[in-house]
């Protein structure tokens, strides 16, 4: 069942080092290019790095330009503290082996929009799959480098695009969190 599924599906932090399979990867991007996207322009581009090494080094690029001094204060979780929580964190992915990238046109409105319903219906499937997961951000950040425009070219992405996010994916190292209870009050229903 959908709903089994949606309630299952965590943000998870820690990874062990198991691969994801191809097979695998490609039923998740599949999901992703099949998301509601604004217009049907279907804009976005999708980058599967299914490399564990470049993943960690996409995972330190990514916090390397985090400026801690921007939040608002927050506390993600206990059992799967966050780089929000732990600065001692170094790489944004978390150790994940896999990372998908999801690009959207710099100039279109809905361009965050579309990335992130792609993301959701990538973290769904990997959860149907047995795969962890997490949405992670900072996209346009972590291609803000020489290195980032360099590899951005390598892989086919037109110039005037800009990273929206990313959805990491791996095996989960240690046990799920706790279901966390929904706040009440947020959802309401008008006869
Ligand atoms: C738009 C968006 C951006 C997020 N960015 C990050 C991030 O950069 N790093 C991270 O660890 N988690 C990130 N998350 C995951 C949230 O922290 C997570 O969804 C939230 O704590 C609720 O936990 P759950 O996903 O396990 O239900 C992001 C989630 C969303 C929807």
Not at 65 to 74: A, E, V, W
Not at 83 to 105: L, N
Not at 155 to 162: A, K, R
């Amino acid at each position: 069942m959908l709903m089994d599924i949606i309630r299952k599906r965590h943000s998870i932090r820690k990874y062990t080092n198991e691969q994801i399979s191809r097979e695998d990867l490609d039923k998740i991007l599949e999901a992703g290019n099949f998301a509601p996207n604004a217009g049907g322009g279907q804009r976005s581009m999708i980058v599967a790095v299914h490399n564990s090494e470049l993943a960690r080094r996409l995972g330190i690029m990514n916090m390397s330009k985090f400026n801690r001094g921007k939040l608002i204060g927050s506390y993600v979780s206990k059992e799967q503290p966050s780089v929000i929580d732990d600065p001692t964190m170094k790489d944004g992915f978390y150790g994940a082996p896999t990372v998908v990238a999801i690009f959207g046109q710099a100039n279109f409105l809905f361009k965050t929009a579309d990335a992130f319903c792609i993301a959701e219906n990538m973290v769904l499937q990997a959860t149907e799959l047995g795969i962890s997961s997490c949405i992670v951000s900072r996209g346009e950040e972590t291609f803000d480098s020489v290195e980032g425009h360099a590899l951005m070219a390598e892989w086919g992405v037109p110039e005037d695009y800009e990273c929206q996010g990313f959805v990491i994916l791996g095996y989960i190292d240690g046990e799920e969190p706790a279901f966390k209870p929904r706040k009440p009050g947020r959802v309401k229903v008008i006869e």
